[in-house]
């Protein structure tokens, strides 16, 4: 047994130390990584570049379907991340196969909530799987959204500022 969970252990951060040195701007397979962790559902590795700083924390979530998306209720998961040197990383694991869209804000100040001017624009950097941008609200579902149907996927998402 203390030899099973030294291997896994030696192969996580191995996983790991090589997940932090790839990059690519869309969703990618990721072959051969993880496949003792990989039982019960999907890996979804998700990574975040381009934060102005590291102050504060990162507010994410996933979502499963339109309307939840839509409505910003009943995220599947959720999280709330903490930044080194301008980037977060998120693993949710066990998500069956299918459609998700991820959204996040850095809450910079620490306050639980995404901070806007007198006109209601966010004055704290965000972002959309696929990198979407927003115009007048949020991008449709239909730009955000990905599938995961291979066992681990990456996504890298890019801090956006209005």
Known sequence: MVVNM???LVGLVLGVLWLAHA?????????G?????????GV????????????????IALY??????????????KAYLPITNGASEWIVDGLPPGEYAVMFYHDANGNRGLDRNRL????????????????????????VKFSLSEPVMRIELRAQAR
């Open 6 to 8: 030294r291997k896994l």
């Open 120 to 143: 209601g624009l966010p004055t704290e950097s965000f972002g959309f799987s696929n990198d979407a941008k927003p115009r007048l609200g949020l991008p449709p579902f239909e730009k």
């Open 33 to 41: 990584a993880f496949p003792s962790l990989v039982t019960d559902g």
């Open 23 to 31: 990059s690519t701007a869309s969703p990618t397979r990721l072959e």
């Open 44 to 59: 979804l590795y998700v990574r975040i570049l381009g934060l102005p700083s590291s102050a504060g924390g990162i507010k």
């Open 64 to 77: 499963d379907s339109q309307d939840a998306y839509a409505h910003r209720r009943g995220s599947l998961r």
